[in-house]
């Protein structure tokens, strides 16, 4: 579970399923390719070991939420008596708002390592079971649409 841990965004965004730390992670380069346009990075800025691990994707080491939750000395916002603050109301991706509205009071209800494992479960294919991706609108495997955030 430690080692997990680093992937528990304090945001709520779990990392296990973000496309950067995906493509990281299995080293995908076609997959790597894609990822530049969609977040405004270069080629080179497509790693990530996890929002509180050493290596962070780029954005997220400079993240408000990220260092707010670090000033007060919590895990994260589903610790803090302010959510929804001001830095969730600005989140600058609509998914990601999404699914922090929809991921903070499932992590305060479940605890981390619970949460972890729903994040896990509800990012495959409801047709064919394949691993997917926040923010995916279709299955890479059976091309089928889906809509798990």
Known sequence: ???KKKLAAPCGLYCGVCAIYIAHKENNLKFKERLPKVYGVSLEDIH???CLSDDPFKYCQV???RSCTREKGIEGCQQCNDF???YIEDFPIPV???VIFRS???WRALGTERWMEEEEKRYHCPHCDYKLFRGVKKCRSCQQPVDVD
Do not use: L, Q, T, V
Request: charged share 30%; net charge positive; proline share 17%.
């Open 104 to 106: 903070i009071p499932a």
């Open 48 to 50: 990530c070991e996890g």
């Open 84 to 86: 929804p603050c001001k």
């Open 63 to 65: 993240c408000p939420i």
């Open 1 to 3: 579970m430690e080692n």
């Open 96 to 98: 990601g708002k999404k």
